[in-house]
């Protein structure tokens, strides 16, 4: 990896540091169904290092099917406010996602957390829209297509249900051990002694160099909610802000509570700046901290198939895990989420088989030089079969990662205003499509008309049942691809379409438009 009115609906050189502390007394103040589709091999460095299997080609495999799709995506503005300054750190990774029992109810697509059973299966999506009219990223009400493969997207945070039979012995034991040790935050306590052991022996450019630099940057995140616990993972960037995935941040938005932990082991409360459900990205601004090392972040639209790559975060509630592998793929479009009414979060996303697992949510993803290229999101599972209730398990060697350009231009969206945007072309699409290309609803959907009333597709000549088979230069084969494609740009971008109607293949020009969530 819209809705009607644009609103859219379920539619990838070690340097020194200087120790932080206490902040004065000043208070500062991105439907479970999925989809994926599969696709230059380089030399990988790391290869004695990594255990996991490089993967070769996988094929397209159809996730649970997203809620209807609609097409309001919405990307910040393109700008990139975050472009590492003179000293800033190298990369970090922390991620951890909320992959929690039962969360969200019934087919919500979330991995069953450890002490209790996986959720009962429910439609593909999430609820909201009837199982044949609900609604995408699109900006509309989309008819759902139903999954069929055997591989199954999740994003991958570490959720626990607090609910009777939910939260075994194992699980409290796990949070206890978690939770000891906390103390007030001292000078002394953030000075970098306590960072992860020095690997002064090895070459700064190794696997060893590269984490001891970045690890510092990374925290744990701790949510804790009325009736859910959580952990995922996050990494600063300038200004002391960190950036993590929304799935992670969520469930402290209602009155919950956000604790990070950092390299450490000490701890501070946090404030959500601003989360993006439909691009999975949320900021957060740690109290009563300063001088938190930022990390340095790169240019993921450089990055290639063979690159060399590391992940850090939080898998199983184990804090500060480095893994590494290659980049297996780049462009892969990627849905997942959409539970609790908010959108299906749709990513152009970066594919690695660096191990991430529960609890590798929202941290980075680097490169051989330090720099973050990408934000751990989700992971792909095997399943027991069709749908999203089947057995889930852990790393299989694909993961994907939200492109740092595009999670970076949404998080200075967020600082700035607390919203991002998203882009739309103000059409329903039909996901039930099974033909090539992506279809323009031939009938209203729920009461949706197929084209929105002067919006860029009416004004751009698109009619009801079009196949949309070309988006800006790059083929379309399904509604996920358009999707994915569509947020991948910024409200105002001009893009070319390609769309066929009557045997005949035209092309045309629109402007899109924006929606907020």
Do not use: C
């Not at 040790?181 to 022996?201: C, H, K, M, Y």
């Not at 989700?378 to 993961?399: E, K, L, R």
Request: charged share 20%.
């Amino acid at each position: 990896m819209t809705d009607a009115n644009d609103r859219r609906p379920d539619e990838t050189t070690p340097h020194t540091r200087e120790p932080y502390g206490p902040a004065p007394e000043q208070r500062d103040e991105p439907e479970t169904g999925t989809a994926a589709l599969w696709s230059r091999p380089g030399e990988d460095p790391w290869a004695r290092d990594r255990q996991d299997p490089r993967p070769e080609r996988a094929e397209q495999q159809p996730y649970a099917a997203p809620g209807a799709g609609q097409e309001h995506y919405g990307s910040g503005a393109g700008q990139e406010h975050f472009a590492p300054g003179a000293g800033q750190e190298g990369p970090g990774l922390g991620g951890a996602g909320l992959g929690g029992t039962g969360l969200g109810g019934a087919g919500t697509g979330y991995p069953g957390g450890p002490g209790g059973p996986p959720p009962a299966p429910g439609p593909p999506g999430g609820g909201g829209w009837p199982r044949d009219q609900r609604t995408d990223t699109l900006g509309m009400p989309v008819r759902e297509r139903r999954g069929t493969g055997r591989i199954t997207v999740f994003v991958v945070a570490l959720v626990v249900a607090l609910v009777a039979g939910l939260a075994g012995g194992a699980i409290g034991g796990w949070l206890g051990a978690r939770n000891g040790g906390q103390g007030s935050l001292t000078d002394e306590d953030f000075s970098l002694g306590a960072a992860p052991r020095q690997a002064s022996s090895r070459p700064p450019d190794s696997v060893a160099g590269i984490a001891q630099r970045v690890l510092p940057s990374v925290v744990s995140i701790k949510v804790s909610g009325p009736n859910i616990e959580g952990e995922g993972a996050g990494f600063a960037i300038k200004d002391g802000y960190v950036i993590t995935n929304n799935h992670v941040a969520e469930a402290a938005d209602q009155g919950g509570k956000l604790t990070l932990e950092f390299s450490n082991d000490k701890t501070a409360n946090a404030e959500i700046v601003g989360r993006s459900p439909s691009y999975d990205i949320a900021v957060l601004k740690p109290q009563g901290v300063s001088g938190l090392p930022a990390l340095s972040l790169g240019n993921s639209d450089n990055v290639v198939v063979g690159d060399s790559v590391i992940a850090i975060g939080s898998p199983l509630g184990l804090s500060g895990t480095v893994t590494s592998g290659i980049v297996s793929a780049v462009d892969r479009p990627v849905s997942a989420g959409g539970q609790g009414g908010e959108p299906t979060s749709y990513i152009n996303a970066i594919q690695t088989d660096a191990a991430i697992n529960q609890g590798n949510s929202g941290g980075p993803l680097v490169d051989s030089s330090g720099q973050v290229i990408g934000v751990n999101s989700a992971i792909a599972t095997a399943d027991s079969g069709p749908g999203i209730g089947g057995s889930q398990g852990g790393n299989i060697g694909i993961g994907f990662a939200i492109p740092i350009n595009q999670a970076k231009r949404v998080a200075e969206q967020l600082i700035r205003t607390g919203e991002a945007p998203y882009p739309i072309i103000g059409a329903v699409i039909d996901l039930a499509y099974q033909g090539q290309g992506a279809r323009i609803a031939p009938s209203a959907t729920n009461g949706q008309q197929p084209i929105v009333s002067g919006g860029p597709a009416e004004e751009a000549g698109l009619q009801p049942g079009d196949v949309i088979v070309s988006f800006d230069g790059e083929q379309v084969s399904n509604a996920e691809e358009l999707i994915v494609a569509i947020r991948s740009h910024a409200p105002g971008d001009e893009v070319k379409v390609t769309y066929q109607r009557g045997g005949d293949e035209r092309t045309v020009t629109l402007t899109l438009d924006e929606a907020k969530e």
